[in-house]
């Protein structure tokens, strides 16, 4: 045990089934008496993944969705509620979809879930790949009035794999009154009304997770989440932290107190564009509402007020089904469509070509695209304005240069003005499947918004191994005044991210680093033992980032050293907030700096390492 932290609580036996995704246990972390969080330790390695990890569940078929007069054709896994249906009837589409997606962490189902304005009573159990949404202008249009919530049902607590999966645009108003929210990396809880409480843990481990743009009149309880952004939100309280809580443009948040607690507090946000979302008008018209920039702003968008921004009628979208092609969807681009992609898995033989200024390409379901042949999934052009959000891009067998490259090499034209931003795009190399590429996402063009993303390398599923899902970085940042608000990274092969722009922000960062190098000769960036999980060029003259978090875990060869987990250029220009290294699985690796050589070591003799500032 880390010699300046408490024993660690005893988890329950059941948890142990979850944690094949990771190659430690981590403590309870459940909340004292007092109202304080516990601080938490690592434990004993978990078990060796089993073989049927990710496996659906055996149930039946949730039935094909039915369309009403007047909706759009979203395809069959779109099912569209209406409060005249029949509370019996939404509720027992409801559960099917959870039965068959409860368990599916690598299933092909993909699903929406949408809600007319009305009210509700249901209980609203969200699974893997699954996106529930109100349809309503505002969160209040639409009203769950028994539960909207994720638990550790799957693996007996534990929620360190509940991935993929998010809620949107709607007013829980819980009967117990508090929901639950126990996810870990790739998920979002955006513009959410909560009138309660929210418990971010279901007793069991959890690792981490998104809220922006979202009003919770309660309290917020951490427990057992090793690290979570919460960004221009509003909560009734805080309680609770572990390692690395991080609040951006959120009123009531605690101050910064890092390194204890740990939360770190960025009270204004400096530039963001909040997520389209499907809405449908009074008359039944449909729309994507398509929300405006917000400069050094707090709180929500919405709040008191209709948030800023366009409305794109629906006529004006391609509405891409499962079967559709690459060539069907650059053609629609071509002709000035934006994209609906609907839930399903796209094959794509050729790059999404996005080259118009403006153009909006709208995933629902998790939509899954897959590269074959080595291609790019998406290629968007240096232009103003494009707006990608809700979904996933799976590496195909052949390796990729870049799963998503916005700008070609060399950009440089200035778009601070009408700024590209990237909404809840999740990429994963391997797991469903082999995969490969060398880059998850390349960024060359300039004034780039991301807002949550989890780029991953998996390390457990199909296809995984040194030599068999190879990816050598997540996250490649080439253009200027790139600002990325939840970035999720782990497990790529060399620096988790590489950034070379001027100018760049990151507020809260999440990293482990590669599992499974089979030895430090294999895993070295020149005289450096291992590479960093977050490096800034030499060159590099402005960059600041807030609340980050690199732990090891290199259970091939526990004797193998990263000599740093952030390395960056040491000038006044270049500057970093709120950071944290950590030795899982009870000293499963070493890292011997923090940044550059300051900090550390994070190793089996004291397996947390804090920087509060650098330089």
């Given at each position: 045990?880390?010699?300046?932290?408490?024993?660690?609580?005893?988890?329950?036996?059941?948890?142990?089934?979850?944690?094949?995704?990771?190659?430690?246990?981590?403590?309870?972390?459940?909340?004292?008496a007092s109202g304080a969080a516990a601080m938490t330790a690592p434990a004993a390695a978990a078990a060796p993944a089993d073989a049927d990890s990710g496996r659906a569940a055996?149930?039946?078929?949730?039935?094909?969705?039915?369309?009403?007069?007047?909706?759009?054709?979203?395809?069959?896994?779109?099912?569209?509620?209406?409060?005249?249906?029949?509370?019996?009837?939404?509720?027992?589409?409801?559960?099917?979809?959870?039965?068959?997606?409860?368990?599916?962490?690598?299933?092909?189902?993909?699903?929406?879930?949408?809600?007319?304005?009305?009210?509700?009573?249901?209980?609203?159990?969200?699974?893997?790949?699954?996106?529930?949404?109100?349809?309503?202008?505002?969160?209040?249009?639409?009203?769950?009035?028994?539960?909207?919530?994720?638990?550790?049902?799957?693996?007996?607590?534990?929620?360190?794999?509940?991935?993929?999966?998010?809620?949107?645009?709607?007013?829980?108003?819980?009967?117990?009154?508090?929901?639950?929210?126990?996810?870990?990396?790739?998920?979002?809880?955006?513009?959410?009304?909560?009138?309660?409480?929210?418990?971010?843990?279901?007793?069991?481990?959890?690792?981490?997770?998104?809220?922006?743009?979202?009003?919770?009149?309660?309290?917020?309880?951490?427990?057992?989440?090793?690290?979570?952004?919460?960004?221009?939100?509003?909560?009734?309280?805080?309680?609770?932290?572990?390692?690395?809580?991080?609040?951006?443009?959120?009123?009531?948040?605690?101050?910064?107190?890092?390194?204890?607690?740990?939360?770190?507090?960025?009270?204004?946000?400096?530039?963001?564009?909040?997520?389209?979302?499907?809405?449908?008008?009074?008359?039944?018209?449909?729309?994507?509402?398509?929300?405006?920039?917000?400069?050094?702003?707090?709180?929500?968008?919405?709040?008191?007020?209709?948030?800023?921004?366009?409305?794109?009628?629906?006529?004006?979208?391609?509405?891409?089904?499962?079967?559709?092609?690459?060539?069907?969807?650059?053609?629609?681009?071509?002709?000035?469509?934006?994209?609906?992609?609907?839930?399903?898995?796209?094959?794509?033989?050729?790059?999404?070509?996005?080259?118009?200024?403006?153009?909006?390409?709208?995933?629902?379901?998790?939509?899954?695209?897959?590269?074959?042949?080595?291609?790019?999934?998406?290629d968007v052009a240096d232009v103003d304005g494009v707006k990608i959000a809700g979904l996933l891009v799976d590496a195909g067998e052949q390796e990729s240069g870049a799963l998503v490259r916005v700008g070609p090499?060399?950009?440089?034209?200035?778009?601070?003005?009408?700024?590209?931003?990237?909404?809840?795009?999740?990429?994963?190399?391997?797991?469903?499947?082999?995969?490969?590429?060398?880059?998850?996402?390349?960024?060359?063009?300039?004034?780039?918004?991301?807002?949550?993303?989890?780029?991953?390398?998996?390390?457990?599923?199909?296809?995984?191994?040194?030599?068999?899902?190879?990816?050598?970085?997540?996250?490649?940042?080439?253009?200027?005044?790139?600002?990325?608000?939840?970035?999720?990274?782990?497990?790529?092969?060399?620096?988790?991210?590489?950034?070379?722009?001027?100018?760049?922000?990151?507020?809260?960062?999440?990293?482990?680093?590669?599992?499974?190098?089979?030895?430090?000769?294999?895993?070295?960036?020149?005289?450096?033992?291992?590479?960093?999980?977050?490096?800034?060029?030499?060159?590099?003259?402005?960059?600041?980032?807030?609340?980050?978090?690199?732990?090891?875990?290199?259970?091939?060869?526990?004797?193998?050293?990263?000599?740093?987990?952030?390395?960056?250029?040491?000038?006044?220009?270049?500057?970093?907030?709120?950071?944290?290294?950590?030795?899982?699985?009870?000293?499963?690796?070493?890292?011997?700096?923090?940044?550059?050589?300051?900090?550390?070591?994070?190793?089996?003799?004291?397996?947390?390492?804090?920087?509060?500032?650098?330089?």
């Open positions: 045990m880390p010699r300046e932290l408490p024993e660690a609580l005893t988890p329950h036996a059941s948890d142990h089934s979850s944690l094949r995704r990771r190659g430690f246990l981590l403590a309870s972390g459940a909340l004292a055996a149930a039946t078929a949730p039935p094909p969705a039915r369309r009403a007069a007047g909706d759009p054709d979203l395809g069959p896994n779109v099912h569209v509620f209406d409060p005249s249906m029949d509370p019996d009837t939404v509720q027992s589409t409801l559960d099917a979809v959870y039965a068959q997606q409860k368990q599916a962490e690598f299933g092909t189902g993909r699903y929406a879930l949408l809600f007319k304005p009305g009210s509700y009573d249901v209980d609203v159990n969200i699974g893997y790949y699954t996106h529930v949404a109100g349809l309503g202008a505002q969160p209040a249009d639409v009203t769950i009035s028994d539960s909207l919530h994720v638990d550790g049902d799957a693996h007996g607590k534990g929620t360190l794999t509940n991935f993929w999966r998010g809620a949107e645009n709607l007013h829980p108003v819980p009967r117990s009154g508090t929901d639950r929210w126990a996810v870990s990396q790739a998920t979002f809880y955006r513009r959410i009304y909560l009138t309660g409480d929210l418990q971010l843990d279901d007793g069991g481990y959890s690792s981490g997770g998104f809220i922006a743009d979202s009003l919770i009149t309660g309290q917020v309880a951490s427990g057992t989440q090793q690290q979570w952004i919460t960004r221009n939100s509003v909560v009734g309280n805080w309680l609770g932290f572990n390692w690395n809580i991080v609040f951006v443009g959120t009123d009531n948040a605690p101050a910064t107190s890092f390194p204890s607690p740990p939360f770190t507090n960025v009270a204004r946000t400096p530039v963001v564009r909040e997520k389209p979302f499907l809405h449908v008008d009074k008359a039944g018209a449909w729309h994507v509402f398509v929300p405006a920039v917000r400069r050094d702003s707090h709180n929500t968008s919405w709040e008191g007020r209709r948030a800023a921004g366009e409305d794109v009628p629906i006529g004006d979208f391609h509405i891409a089904k499962p079967g559709a092609s690459a060539a069907e969807l650059n053609s629609a681009l071509a002709q000035g469509k934006h994209l609906l992609i609907t839930p399903g898995v796209y094959h794509l033989a050729q790059p999404l070509r996005i080259t118009r200024a403006g153009t909006v390409v709208l995933g629902l379901g998790l939509a899954t695209l897959v590269p074959d042949g080595g291609v790019t999934a998406l090499e060399g950009a440089r034209r200035g778009h601070a003005q009408d700024p590209t931003s990237l909404h809840d795009v999740f990429v994963r190399v391997g797991g469903a499947g082999v995969g490969k590429a060398r880059n998850s996402i390349v960024v060359n063009s300039d004034d780039v918004i991301i807002d949550n993303t989890w780029l991953w390398r998996a390390d457990h599923g199909t296809g995984v191994g040194w030599t068999k899902n190879t990816s050598d970085t997540g996250l490649v940042v080439a253009g200027d005044d790139v600002t990325v608000y939840g970035l999720f990274v782990e497990h790529h092969q060399k620096a988790q991210v590489a950034w070379s722009g001027e100018r760049g922000r990151t507020y809260f960062f999440q990293n482990e680093m590669p599992y499974d190098p089979p030895d430090q000769a294999a895993w070295r960036e020149g005289a450096h033992r291992g590479h960093p999980a977050y490096e800034v060029a030499a060159g590099v003259r402005e960059h600041e980032a807030w609340g980050l978090g690199s732990y090891c875990n290199l259970t091939a060869d526990p004797t193998i050293v990263a000599d740093r987990a952030f390395a960056a250029p040491r000038r006044a220009g270049v500057r970093f907030h709120s950071m944290i290294t950590f030795s899982l699985g009870g000293g499963q690796g070493t890292i011997a700096h923090v940044i550059n050589t300051t900090g550390g070591p994070s190793d089996a003799e004291v397996a947390l390492a804090k920087v509060a500032r650098y330089p």
